[in-house]
């Protein structure tokens, strides 16, 4: 993994308890309202896309699509994940922050 501002934040709000990974953990955060912003693998299937953009929609959580399952498991130190939530808003802003500055 080359090094990467938003991948450290990332893996910063694992390690802070921030951030949780798994479809049914972020669904469930989305439901409740403690996800501020859900991530996606570009490489995750049509169907697993789809339903999170539906689920975000709905519940009103912004969703971006960010790198790859491999480079996403990487930041929190697992082999490969598809989906991310983070759950604080401090964490939100520095990500975006850091996306904004990639592009």
């Known amino acids: ?3 990467n501002k ?15 990974s798994g479809e049914e953990k972020v669904l469930s955060k989305i439901r409740i309202n403690e ?6 693998a570009v490489d995750a299937s049509e169907n697993t896309t789809k339903k999170f ?3 975000c929609n709905s519940y009103h959580v912004p969703l971006i ?5 491999s480079e996403l498991g990487q930041s929190l130190g697992v082999a490969e994940r598809v989906v991310i939530a983070i759950t604080d808003d401090g964490f939100v802003k520095m990500i975006m922050k850091g996306m904004e ?3």
């Open 1 to 3: 993994m080359e090094n």
């Open 6 to 20: 938003v991948l450290s934040y990332i893996g910063l709000a694992k390690r802070a308890g921030k951030c949780l």
């Open 35 to 40: 996800a501020k912003l859900v991530i996606i």
């Open 53 to 55: 953009k539906d689920k």
């Open 65 to 69: 699509q960010y790198k790859n399952r």
């Open 101 to 103: 500055k990639e592009m």
